[in-house]
Nanobody, 122 residues
Framework: HVQLVESGGGSVQTGGSLRLSCEFS????????VGWFRQAPGKEREEIAT??????RYADSVKSRFTLSEDVAAHTTYLQMNNLKSEDSAMYYC??????????????????WGQGTQVTVS
């Protein structure tokens, strides 16, 4: 079955950078699209970026600061986060959907989620 494992979270100062990774296993990676989400305490879950064969998309809150990429051979997506702000502090999750497209997809339609990795910016 599909498993997603995030890594790379941690604590960083305002203006700093982190790179999160999401390793996919258990099925044919090319059949899935991947989204990244975050949730801070007391706040709604926010979709921040998605990647599929049609490209990458970003929430306005992270556009120009975050970059989502993938290493298809390694079945891994990377979320490079630059110029981090305190409001970026949250638990970050990757999720996979058995579909070529993640564009505009309700988060409830992602079938697989990682365990999350904490990002703290202060």
């Amino acid at each position: 079955h599909v498993q997603l494992v995030e890594s790379g979270g941690g604590s960083v100062q305002t203006g700093g950078s982190l790179r999160l990774s999401c390793e996919f296993s258990g099925n044919t990676y090319a059949d899935y699209c991947v989204g990244w989400f975050r949730q801070a305490p007391g706040k709604e879950r926010e979709e921040i970026a998605t990647i599929d064969p049609d490209g990458t998309r970003y929430a306005d809150s992270v556009k120009s600061r975050f970059t989502l990429s993938e290493d298809v051979a390694a079945h891994t997506t990377y979320l490079q986060m630059n110029n981090l702000k305190s409001e970026d502090s949250a638990m970050y999750y990757c999720a996979a959907r058995l579909n070529p497209s993640c564009d505009g997809v309700d988060p409830n339609n992602y079938g697989y989620w990682g365990q999350g990795t904490q990002v703290t910016v202060s």
